[in-house]
Each structure stands twice: as C-alpha cells, then as structure tokens.
C-alpha cells in the first residue's frame, strides 16, 4: 500500500457496484496511480527521445492480498497516463464489487466496455492474475503449467546514440550474452560499427520501421547478416506488408513484427510477410491477450518473441512468467530505469530468473 494515496482506497470502498458480489463478500480496494520512471541513459530510438516515462500502476486489494499491474500508455495508440488513469478509474465500481476468482468473465466485461487502452487493460489482467495465483499460492508461471529453467535468456537494448555512447553502453551491458540495436536511422552504419568495436557477441537489431524503401531494407538486412545479427525487427512501417513481404523472399535473416503485432487478430495475416511476432503486454491489453497470441503463432509456425516498454518490474515480471513460451526474451525494460519501486524477475548471465514466490512474486526494491 506504500506510495497509494488514502483517498484512493477511501474512493474505492465507497464505490458502487455493477455486477452482482457474492453474498457478504468483503469489496475490494483499488488504488490506481501514474509513477515517474527516471531513465538511466537519455532514450532514444527512431520515434523519440526523453529522460523519464510514466507508466500506470494499478494494487487491487481483496481478502488482505494485493494483486500489482502496471502498463506503459503509447502515444502512438491515442494514449497517455492521465486518460490510461482515467480509464481504470471508470472501472472502479465493476473491479471493487465484481468476483476476482473468476477473471475471465471480469476481464471479458472490461474488454467489452473499454475502448482500446490497451496499457490500461494490462494493467488490470495483470493485477488480476497476481491476485489470483497468489490466492491459489502458487507463481504464475507455475498456473500456466511452464517451466521456469526454460525461461530464455533476454537481450539488452542499446538506443540509438553517438559512436563514444554507443561503446560505453555495449561495455555496460558485459553481462548480457545477447545484445539489442536499435538503428533505422541515415548512422546505422556507425552504430553496428560502434558496437563491433567493442563486441562480437551475437547481435538482434531493431529498426522501428525505420527503412522506407524495399531496396535499402534488402540491402540493410544482407548487410547486417554479415555483421552477426540474429533477425531484424520491423525493418518497414507495419502498414507496409506487401513490401515486407517482398523483402522477407530477398533475405535470409528472420524478420520480425512488432509495430504491426498488436492483437490476436493480427497474427493470421503477419504469417504472410513475417517470421514472428515480438509481444508485449501494453500493447495487446495483457497476460491472457499475450497468451492468446502465442498459441496463435505456434499455430501458423511462427517464432515468438516477448518485449517490453520501458517499465518497473511490476510489467516486466509478469511478461517473464511467460517466457518460457517464447524464442526470444527482450525484456530489460525495468533495467533500464534508476528508481525500480519492485524487485521481481532477475538477469543472471542474461538468462531470466522467475520469481518462486507465488503471483509475480514481486517485493518491494530494498525489501529482503
Ligand atoms: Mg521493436
């Protein structure tokens, strides 16, 4: 309950309900608040630069146990933390007297009423699920049946920068056996050439739909074969799948969707011009969206991949707990901030360790 005002709890006590609470069933709390994440280096890739991000935190409290959920809003889907905030806030009566046991009659509802936030969304399934696996005491990677020890090693990101940055963060990132480039820019040249300056270890590179024309996008990808890179994600603006279509039957590298991965929906198409999807949390609305997606893509024998945004390690854990579904891990989001108020999912050697605590198995930072 630390850092949750107590005119929230207070407003979540005394709101009304929608759907029908089991008889004499205690309400729950619902504190809902937007926290400032102080980025350790300035970020930057293709789409933007900053110093901090704000992510929105949601601790749903019933039966003396909190469930924690977090999501990053993204601009680029008409959201913000204020109206993600907003739109949890609306919820409050249906989350503070609705049966939390039965999440997936709850998060139907809510998906139903609730017009895209997909982050706000999240936000919820994630404090939900928390929630309800620590009330079945058991971790959450354990309720979905999966094996923590094939939990995959995780990339470390390196944002686009200057050439000296550029080798300090890739010497930072010693530890991490595999590493993520950002390019997509006219120094994407200098950028793989800053990093080969200072390591060979395997490379995956992102380009933020950075390459407007097939041609470079072709040249690019062979080029970056050379240079030891893995797969190339969103080489292309995600509107553009017939040209990625085309430039996947030029190259040998898998390609990679991110931008153009948001939903279960997408998937069956993305087949046609993509190797795999890269899934996040924020921008599908959450643990069982994410899941939903995965089974979609085995399906159609794609490779999954699990990212992230920049996050605490509220988000970041809850995505580690499916990790063991997924090909590729790149969830360092909550490495990349200063002031991580949870401790969750750890990096040993790159490879992620899951929490055998039960829910996300998260503690406060500093906590024993
Ligand atoms: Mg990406």
Not at 41 to 64: I, L
Not at 136 to 149: E, I
Not at 255 to 261: C, H, L, N, R
Not at 348 to 365: H, N
Request: overall charge positive.
């Amino acid at each position: 309950m630390r850092n949750f005002s107590r005119r929230s709890w207070i407003g979540a006590l005394g709101a009304g309900g929608l759907a029908t609470p089991s008889r004499g069933a205690a309400r729950a709390g619902l504190a809902v608040e937007i926290r400032r994440l102080k980025l350790r280096h300035t970020w930057t890739t293709v789409m933007s630069s900053s110093d901090y991000r704000e992510t929105v935190h949601v601790a749903f409290t019933r039966d003396g146990m909190t469930g924690r959920g977090e999501g990053a809003p993204i601009p680029r889907y008409g959201e913000d933390p204020p109206s993600a905030r907003s739109a949890i806030e609306a919820l409050r009566p249906l989350l503070a007297s609705a049966d939390p046991r039965r999440f997936q009659p709850l998060l139907a509802m809510i998906f139903q009423r609730l017009e895209g936030q997909w982050a706000a969304k999240a936000a919820i399934d994630i404090a939900l699920m928390d929630w309800a696996t620590q009330k079945l005491g058991v971790p959450l990677y354990q309720y979905f049946g999966l094996d923590p020890g094939q939990a995959p090693v995780t990339t470390f990101s390196i944002g686009i920068d200057t050439p000296e940055m550029t080798r300090h963060k890739v010497r930072e990132a010693e530890a991490f056996p595999v590493l993520k480039i950002k390019v997509g820019l006219d120094t994407d040249e200098q950028t793989v050439a800053a990093v080969r300056a200072v390591t060979r270890k395997p490379l995956r590179v992102d380009a933020n739909e950075g390459w407007k024309d097939k041609h470079e996008a072709v040249r690019k990808i062979n080029w970056l074969e050379q240079e030891g890179v893995e797969f190339v994600e969103q080489p292309m603006p995600a509107g553009m799948l017939e040209e990625t279509r085309w430039v996947r039957s030029r190259v040998r590298l898998p390609i990679i969707a991110d931008e153009a991965s948001l939903h279960p929906e997408d998937v069956p198409r993305l087949a046609e011009a993509y190797d795999g999807i890269n899934i996040k949390l924020d921008k599908c609305g959450g643990i069982w969206e994410a899941f939903r997606m995965i089974q979609l893509a085995r399906a159609l024998r794609m490779k999954v991949m699990l990212g992230c945004m920049i996050s605490s390690s509220v988000s970041i854990t809850a995505a580690a707990h499916l990790s063991p579904l997924a090909d590729y891990a790149d969830l360092d989001g909550n490495l990349l901030i200063a002031n991580d108020p949870y401790r969750g999912v750890e990096v040993r050697g790159g490879k992620l360790i899951l929490p055998d605590r039960p829910g996300l198995g998260l503690l406060p930072a500093g906590g024993a």
